[in-house]
């Protein structure tokens, strides 16, 4: 019997301090349940054989956003072969002194250093852990690792954009994000209005929400007082992302806010209280839907996927507002 299922690990960050250089994931993958005494002494249900080796996506979270709530994406790609990790790191420093983070190097981000190395710390790390994974236990020699997609929201989809570079990470075939754009902060450094470039090695989704109020009121990072919901992922795409046949996407969603990509919504932490309010759930499935069939058309075999992503077929188009390629 096919069930979800998922595993717990923990990786650590070299660069950061104790207590704050570890972080803990969850692994979740198509698992085949038969109901052994082993299965049901641990728990350890294994992996679907007709699915595996299974590509991998990586997904990093908001900053102060609990990754459990993208579990619901997670599940809804684990039917189609694709395992997902999720994780959460926590910093301490800045002005909300101890915050659930990607993990960032802004450093690796000011004009004297970007490109010279991955700004999302965690990557690296996560990409060992995974390694040691597929070496032994319930999922070992069970997942793919030359097949990896990023996935991020907010802080988190900008750092999967900007780390979006096969020399970095070689098994990377496909990026997307939610309510993030790669507009560079002022404070680090940049002129304003300055988007930073995307990698062009892999192919791009870019999606976000016309009632996104966190990136609206989030303006004046950028060096603008005044900017839309979706300016500046307009501008990322125009201006950030080279051409690519067509592969490259910009999906906007009209009835869509900055954590339409969450569930459940968390109004205890993270700037949710800055959001526009909006019924997340038909948004929300249309996030689904894009992401399904972009990752399976890049990771998987899956020549139907590849024609429903060229078309957006069973894409609900009274819920999106633009679609753009290049």
């Given at each position: 019997?096919?069930?979800?299922?998922?595993?717990?690990?923990?990786?650590?960050v070299d660069?950061?301090?104790?207590?704050y250089?570890t972080?803990?994931?969850?692994?979740?993958?198509?698992?085949?349940?038969?109901?052994t005494a082993t299965?049901?002494?641990?728990?350890?249900?294994p992996?679907d054989?007709?699915?595996?080796?299974?590509?991998?996506l990586?997904?990093l979270?908001?900053?102060?956003?609990?990754?459990?709530?993208?579990?619901w994406?997670a599940?809804?790609?684990?039917p189609?072969?694709?395992?997902?990790?999720t994780?959460?790191?926590?910093?301490?420093?800045?002005i909300?002194?101890?915050?659930?983070?990607?993990?960032i190097?802004?450093?690796a981000?000011t004009?004297?250093q970007?490109?010279d190395?991955?700004s999302?710390?965690?990557?690296p790390?996560?990409?060992?852990?995974?390694e040691?994974?597929?070496?032994?236990?319930?999922?070992a020699?069970?997942?793919?690792?030359q097949?990896l997609?990023?996935?991020?929201h907010?802080a988190?989809g900008?750092?999967?954009?900007l780390?979006?570079?096969?020399s970095?990470?070689?098994?990377?075939k496909?990026v997307?994000?939610?309510?993030?754009?790669?507009?560079?902060?002022?404070a680090?450094?940049?002129?304003?209005q300055?988007?930073?470039?995307?990698?062009?090695?892999?192919?791009v989704l870019?999606?976000g929400?016309?009632?996104?109020?966190?990136?609206?009121q989030?303006?004046?990072?950028?060096?603008s007082s005044?900017a839309?919901?979706?300016?500046?992922?307009r501008?990322?795409?125009?201006?950030?992302?080279?051409?690519r046949?067509?592969?490259?996407?910009?999906?906007l969603?009209?009835?869509?806010n900055h954590f339409s990509?969450?569930?459940?919504?968390d109004?205890t932490c993270g700037?949710?209280?800055?959001d526009s309010?909006?019924t997340?759930?038909?948004?929300r499935?249309?996030?689904g839907?894009a992401?399904?069939?972009f990752?399976?058309?890049?990771?998987?075999d899956?020549e139907?996927?590849?024609?429903?992503?060229r078309?957006l077929?069973?894409?609900?188009?009274?819920a999106?507002?633009?679609?753009?390629?290049?």
């Amino acid at each position: 019997m096919y069930m979800t299922r998922c595993i717990f690990d923990a990786f650590k960050v070299d660069t950061l301090n104790p207590p704050y250089d570890t972080g803990i994931a969850r692994i979740y993958y198509p698992g085949q349940f038969g109901d052994t005494a082993t299965e049901r002494n641990t728990g350890a249900v294994p992996v679907d054989p007709t699915l595996s080796p299974c590509p991998v996506l990586i997904i990093l979270p908001g900053m102060n956003t609990d990754h459990s709530s993208y579990r619901w994406l997670a599940e809804l790609l684990a039917p189609f072969g694709i395992a997902t990790v999720t994780y959460q790191l926590i910093s301490h420093g800045g002005i909300g002194g101890i915050v659930a983070t990607p993990g960032i190097d802004a450093e690796a981000l000011t004009p004297a250093q970007f490109g010279d190395r991955p700004s999302a710390i965690a990557m690296p790390a996560i990409m060992s852990m995974l390694e040691r994974v597929n070496a032994e236990g319930t999922l070992a020699g069970k997942l793919d690792l030359q097949r990896l997609a990023f996935g991020g929201h907010s802080a988190g989809g900008t750092a999967s954009l900007l780390n979006a570079r096969t020399s970095w990470f070689p098994g990377l075939k496909a990026v997307f994000s939610y309510g993030a754009h790669s507009g560079a902060s002022t404070a680090l450094g940049w002129p304003a209005q300055t988007v930073l470039p995307i990698g062009g090695d892999v192919p791009v989704l870019l999606i976000g929400g016309e009632q996104d109020g966190c990136i609206a009121q989030s303006a004046h990072h950028y060096g603008s007082s005044n900017a839309s919901s979706t300016d500046r992922l307009r501008q990322t795409f125009d201006e950030a992302l080279p051409d690519r046949d067509g592969s490259n996407t910009l999906l906007l969603l009209k009835d869509a806010n900055h954590f339409s990509i969450c569930s459940p919504p968390d109004s205890t932490c993270g700037r949710g209280f800055i959001d526009s309010p909006v019924t997340p759930e038909r948004a929300r499935h249309v996030i689904g839907q894009a992401i399904s069939l972009f990752l399976r058309s890049h990771l998987t075999d899956d020549e139907d996927a590849r024609q429903a992503y060229r078309e957006l077929d069973g894409i609900d188009r009274m819920a999106t507002s633009t679609l753009f390629r290049k």
